[in-house]
Every structure is written in C-alpha cells, then in structure tokens.
C-alpha cells in the first residue's frame, strides 16, 4: 500500500531562517507530488507541483521554492521566511486521477 | 482557479440528521471530482469522488450529486454522527491539477 511521509510535523522559525520540509512516498512510482499551504481556517492553496525528478511547476509567486531531487521525494524551502509563510503545509501524491495528502506540517514563523 | 482565503462557512447540524453540504466548481472541463473530509491538525482524506460521466455516486452514509449545469457538487452525508464534525473541501481535477473549494466546516450537536 502507499504511504507519504512529512517532516517535522510542527517547526516554529524565526524571520529571516531558512525552511527545509520534506516529503517522501512508498510504494508507487513516478507519482505526480503537489505542495499546499492552509491557512488557519481556510482552503488549501496550491504552491507547486511536480510531474517527474527535476520537473517542478509553480503556482503562485513567493519566496518558497520546491524541488524534486529523487522520483518520491519532494521538498520545499526558503532563504529567507516570511510572517505571512505560517501556516500548514501538506504534501500530497497522485497517480490517476486520486489525490493522497500526508500528515502535513505545521509551520509557525515568530 | 485557485482557492480563495475565505473564511470557512459553518454547517451545523443535530446529531442523527442528514447534512448536505455544497460546492461550487470553476472549470467545465473538469471530468473527476473528489471530496474530502479534514480533521483538525490532520491532512484531507479522501471520502468519495464522482467521474463527470455520472450524476450520483453512493458510498457508506454519503452520497455526492453533480450537476454540471450548474457546476455543482455536494456530499450528503446520512445519519449524521459526532466524528462527522471535521471541515469538508470538494476538489475539482484536470490534466495534473486539483483545484480546492474554500471548504465547510461541518458541527454536529449533541
């Protein structure tokens, strides 16, 4: 069965570090990988996706950047957080047309 | 397009009735349509989905309709329980992208 991995599960930053999460998926391959963000209380907002390794399509403009080094893993990073970058971050896979989220990791920028 | 930062509207129902819960989608060409059901501090998992081929799909206690007039969905949930109470987000597909409905946060009342 497939399963996808986040990590850490909470992380409280100071402006100005920097941000590394990431995201691993077993048993599939070459899953499409996605990154969202949700605000508190709200919708989950598309930041990029990733159709293969190296593959890596954004969706709205940001200081976060993504990359995909190996086919089931996915990353999302910043030079330099921002405020308004807390939030909670899930990673999720699809083959077809079904979409799985991991647990997600909540980030809080101080 | 993308989902929007609104705040979540607020569906609350008596325990042992049914709710129905609505979403509005943006593209006509979306062909497959997944809801999912987001419990506090977790990802989204996935509930039921329906393929634009078809009007109704039933699962265990849920049943979603589409209406592709009018480019809507919604989930009917039966005999509504206590651990029905979670935020619910319909997500349209096409190509590699899902788009998010800004979610309902669904109360269950004792």
């Known amino acids: 069965s497939q399963t996808i991995h986040q990590w850490p599960a909470t992380l409280v930053q100071p402006v100005g570090s920097p941000l590394s999460l990431e995201c691993t998926v077993e048993?599939?391959?070459?899953?499409?990988l996605y990154w969202y963000r949700q605000a508190a209380g709200r919708g989950l907002q598309l930041l990029f996706y990733?159709?293969?390794?190296?593959?890596i399509s954004s969706e709205v403009p940001q200081n976060l950047s993504a990359s995909r080094p190996q086919d089931r893993q996915f990353i999302l990073s910043s030079k330099k957080l921002l405020l308004s970058d807390s939030g909670f971050y899930l990673c999720?896979?699809?083959?077809?047309?079904?979409?799985?989220f991991g647990p997600g990791t909540r980030l809080t920028v101080l | 397009g993308e989902s929007v930062g609104l705040h979540l509207p607020t569906l609350s129902v008596q325990e042992g009735d049914n709710s129905i819960i609505n979403c509005a989608y943006s593209?006509?060409?979306?062909?497959?349509f997944i809801w999912y059901k987001q419990e506090s501090g977790k990802g989204p998992q996935f509930i039921i989905d329906?393929?634009?081929?078809?009007d109704k799909r039933q699962g265990q206690r849920v049943t979603v309709l589409l209406n592709k007039t009018v480019k809507h969905l919604s989930l009917q949930i039966a005999a509504t329980q206590p651990g029905d109470s979670a935020v619910y987000f319909c997500?349209?597909?096409?190509?590699?992208?899902?788009?998010f409905g800004p979610g309902t946060r669904l109360s269950v009342l004792p």
């Open positions: 999720a896979w699809s083959v077809g047309d079904e979409q799985f």
């Open positions: 048993g599939t391959s070459n899953p499409n």
């Open positions: 990733s159709v293969g390794i190296g593959q």
């Open positions: 593209n006509s060409a979306s062909d497959y």
């Open positions: 329906i393929r634009s081929n078809m």
């Open positions: 997500a349209e597909n096409f190509g590699q992208n899902f788009v």
